[in-house]
């Protein structure tokens, strides 16, 4: 009983194969117009930050308290990898990541148990904490970033304005989250002369009670009638500021007005909150994100409908300007990527065409957008949308998915060539070919299975290569042996015209001389086996060579620029370094844009972005360049800008990222318990980085101490005049920073209500000591005489990781200098550190080498995974241990292209590259057993066993170099992608060169595996 033929069947129901094929290519056009669109692909952000305010308190407080009662008991999460957290005067931060390999769906239980846990101990936080306040939406991308700026309205005024707009833009299908950035609080302060209160005998606190109890909305009860309730209002609620002006006040016997005694006022909070600028203007930013699953591109063309409206409404002198536009940016790069796919589909058409012929090549033509037809109607149906990874895999699918149909259409030309019927022929293909094929397939998408099941960030970022390159190579063989047949029967020409019975095909002088160069393989087989084992060699020798990279920069023409002033710089003096700033990029016509976010980092625009936290002292700017070529002739300048001009802060230019964030790529972390030995181990480790010639702007994260003023109370006397501790405290944070009274409501806006001194006197530290306070029989003493007043210092900030103090010492690389081999570099010189650390003490490595490791190890995980499945699938078409082994030996093969190829194009070897070196052993096992197969049916044939290896290896010559040169040369648009280039380059070389060992190396191992005699 013979076997089902496929390839028989569709000839059988021509017209059903007809219909499958035309319906299958409307639904593939339809589903590649309904797939998302996406700049990057989704991958899970397995970091929660968590906020948590104790005014008054040092950072020193804060960090044994507060922080270190949280990590604790944070450190019982499940999946978690570590908690690093920063304390500072008055506040803690507390980033809690967890493992890369947790999985996708267990995070927002995590999440959950995080809050569980935390709630658990909230009341053993020491009284006046507030907090912890939890954000487990720190991946959340606002693609879309509108500034709004003003002439002639007042900045509450434009905020309502903005607010207006939110509104419209979360009606527009696929809005997450709108959220407005740099919005300034609205504050009524109440300004009073602590001298004037004292000479007028007035207790301060006394107006804080009188606002208090007067603005208080307590309920005045109802009254229940037969037929109604009716409620009862009391009057006093603030209704305008010149109201809270007119409130008496009873001291002494007298009735004043607070206005006549203090400035009422209405203004803005200060210290100001972060702010946003634009081109030099302040402005109120306006956030957009996408819901999960969305199309950006639907969200584009949704937000400017509702942008639209919006300007339409406005008022003249507010001005909306685009700061960030994800759907234009994937719109270009979509663009791009279908240009490079066109180009490569024109690649794999013309090889086709000039190789065999063009009615046979229009049958592998026909079977390209078929297998693209099917490939994006399975990704619709999986939910993979568009984006940089799965366009990336798509072209370098391309070149494989013609693999199939070039065999089969090969194999069938042949055949009737040699005067086989047209029918007989397909038969035949499938008979021969098909499950070779399959199984060549198989091993080549499970080449790719590493990259599938890699338990990382960087395995989550492109898993996408993995799917759809697999959807698209077992389309690929379906299309082989259903359709292609059914299109080879109808296309090819009619071969009796031409006879050439036998094997006269294989006789043309070129077969003649590339079976004479394989006999001469085979009898020599040694000498091949030796040489190739030598280049090799060469070639592990070689791959040193070759730099190392996690992932490249971003070709996006952003740049991120970031300031740095000294722990403890106020958000002003951030402020005015970035006026100073703005003056230098304002027209500058490389430039398009500029924004700028002062006291805090940009939110996220870009998946990968490194986010930066809130700081006073920092402030980040987004430059828009004209491109990517600009964008270069920028940053130098800008480079030299801090070398010359900003020389009391710390400056840095760096391009966005891919790949999950790294922050700086050189990294070495310094832990222990005292602060003061760390920093002098950091200092160490600093000079031995500043003797490498490619890191530069090499720094400690934390190392300034800030600036104090401590009041050494006499108790005795402050007991004395009946003052507390405590009650100073209060009194002089009132004065100075201000008492919150009550809040003036307005619409839907509560406004806090600040009393504080006036700004002379709070302003000036010299003036500290003639401050009054009121004691509780009635008198006003100053300062100095309950207290000594000196100047000091203490520490600023405080980081930590896993409950251990932590200084990072950082850097960046010079030019084109790759991190991890500046981190090599700079390791070997650290051992003289290391061996005389104090007990306690350790010196860690971070930044790329450490993220590049979790990634690699994750990648590693899943090799012997993929080496059962290879095997497995060996083993089930070869049925033999020996051609299973002989098989997998010619994988490693490909080294040798692939360091050639990144030897000579100067490129890095990074974590994409890697992941096409690991599917390039699949792609080459895929020829390897084609061949293998063909030996073994020739000899079961009844062929001599030299004669079998040297035939077999001459008429699988040209279906296996159509394949390879299909996969190289559809790979040339991706060389000239930063992203995918190395990647590229590595499979093209790698492939080239072991094609070329398969057909003349294999034989010789073939040959000595299985003794075969040489010719006599």
Known sequence: MSRFNLSEWSLKHQSLVLYLLIVLMIAGFFAYTKLGRAEDPDFTFKIMVMRVYWPGATAHEVEQQVTDRLEKKLQEVPWLDFVRSYSKPGEALIFVILRDYTPPKQVPEVWYQVRKKIGDIRDNLPKGVRGPYFNDEFGDTYGNIYAFTADGFTHAELRDYVEQARQDVLSVPGVGKAELLGVQPEKVYIEVSHKKLASLGIDPMLIAATLEKQNTLSPAGSIETDSDRINLRVSGDFESVESIRDIGLRANGRLLRLGDIARVYRGYADPP???VRFMGQEAIALGVSMEKGGNVMDLGAGLDSALTRIQARLPVGIEVHRVSDQPGVVKRSINEFMKSLLEAVAIVLAVSFLSLGFRTGLV???TIPLT???TFLLMKAFGINLQRISLGALIIALGLMVDDAIIAVEMMAVKMEQGWERTKAASFTYTSTAFPMLTGTLITAAGFLPVGFAKSAAGEYTFSIFAVVGIALIVSWIVAVVFTPYLGYKLLPDYKAHPTHGHDVYQKPFYVRFRKLVSWCVDRRKTVI???LAIFVLALFGFRFVEQQFFPSSNRPELLVDLWLPEGASLKATEEEVKKLEKHLAGDKNIVNFVSYVGNGSPRFYLPLDQQMAHANFAQFVVMTQDKDVREVVRTRLLQLFQTDFQSLRGRVSRLENGPPVGFPVQFRVLGPDPAVLRTISAEVATVMRTNPHAKD???????????????????????????????????NSILSGYSVTYYRERDQLIEVLARAEAVERLNPAALKDINIYTHDGRHVPLAQIAHISYEFEEG?????????????RADVVGNAQAPAVTKEIEPKLASIRSKLPPGYSLE????VEESGKAEASIKAVVPMMLLTVMTLLMIQLKSFRRMIL???TAPLGLIGVALALLVFQLPFGFVANLGFIALGGMIMRNSVILVDQIDQDIHAGHPPREAIIESAVRRFRPIMLTAAAAILAMIPLTFSTFWGPMAAAIMGGLFVATMLTLLFVPALYAVWFKVQRVS
């Open 530 to 532: 030796v040489a190739t």
């Open 887 to 889: 098989v997998l030996l």
């Open 372 to 374: 693209l037809a099917i």
């Open 797 to 809: 900030i405080i980081w930590r990781r896993d409950r251990v103090r932590v200084i990072s010492v």
């Open 698 to 732: 090499v720094h400690a994260d934390w190392n300034e101490m800030v600036k104090v003023v401590k009041l050494d109370v006499d108790q005795d006397k402050a007991r004395a005049l009946g003052i507390s501790s405590q009650e100073l405290s209060n009194f002089l």
């Open 364 to 366: 592998v033509a026909l």
């Open 845 to 848: 490595t971070g930044g790329t």
């Open 273 to 275: 909150s972060p702010k």
